[in-house]
């Protein structure tokens, strides 16, 4: 790495935090260290961080929580969360709050390190192959600041957010097919990362939702189909 990307790392077990923490080290990443969530956030406020990763089961503040206000003040950074609970309703809040990805204990260090250059590679370094600006319906889409615009009013998407609408604006009235977006933007198809994609399909039909000759449709067993105006975009 030409420069230390730099990692907020909140984990509560000490040995499994210093384990994280010089292990990143060794890969090249600049991991700071806090062991709860209050400790977390007041760092994130004070410092620019590249991507965080959170321990969900924290004292004084839990991951989940965390997360909401570190996505409050900052929509775009990827978050990463570690946890021993394997529930699907556990994982589900997680996506639903904004989490990149998901990895449940015991996990390798080397599965760590996979999926946060996954993320990085998505986030800081993907070349953008389609347009920059779509226009869909009333609504115009820079896909670049991630701004979906209408009448004077600015909506600022996260990165999965904008991922996911300048997929289906690049295939618009054709099929996306499900396991190609899922290994594009979540690199994995798997059953949680299906999950996640449904809930961020969901939120793009609520910012979509002002104009009604656009629709996002389901294909069944296939995908999804964005639906505009005389087959505009």
């Known amino acids: 790495m030409d420069e230390k990307l730099r990692i907020l790392l909140c984990e509560d077990d000490e040995n499994l935090g210093m384990l994280l923490r010089e292990y990143l080290q060794a890969k090249g990443y600049s991991a700071e260290l806090y062991p709860d969530g209050e400790a977390g956030f007041k760092a994130f406020l004070k410092n620019k961080y590249d991507l965080c990763v959170f321990d969900v089961m924290m004292p004084k503040k839990d991951g989940f929580t965390l997360a909401q206000e570190v996505r409050a003040a900052n929509a775009e950074i990827p978050i990463i969360f ?37 993320i990085l590679r998505r986030v800081r370094g993907k070349k953008n192959k389609e347009n920059n600006v779509y226009k869909i319906g009333k609504f115009t889409f820079d896909t670049q600041k991630q701004i979906l615009s209408s009448e004077g009013k ?51 039909r609520k ?14 067993g296939k995908g999804y189909k964005l639906i505009t105006p005389d087959g505009e975009v």
């Open 207 to 220: 910012h979509l939702k002002e104009d009604e000759s656009i629709e996002i449709i389901n294909i069944h």
């Open 154 to 204: 600015q909506t600022k998407l996260t990165t999965k957010e904008s991922e996911l609408l300048g997929l289906l604006c690049a295939h618009a009235n054709e099929i996306l097919q499900r396991d190609f977006a899922l290994k594009t933007i979540w690199i994995d198809d798997n059953y949680f990362n299906a999950r996640s994609m449904d809930v961020y399909i969901t939120k793009l």
């Open 82 to 118: 570690l946890t021993a609970k394997t529930l699907k309703e556990d994982i589900l809040e997680g996506f639903k709050i904004g989490a990149d990805d998901y990895i449940t204990k015991p996990f390798s260090m080397e599965e760590l390190t996979f999926r946060i250059e996954a």
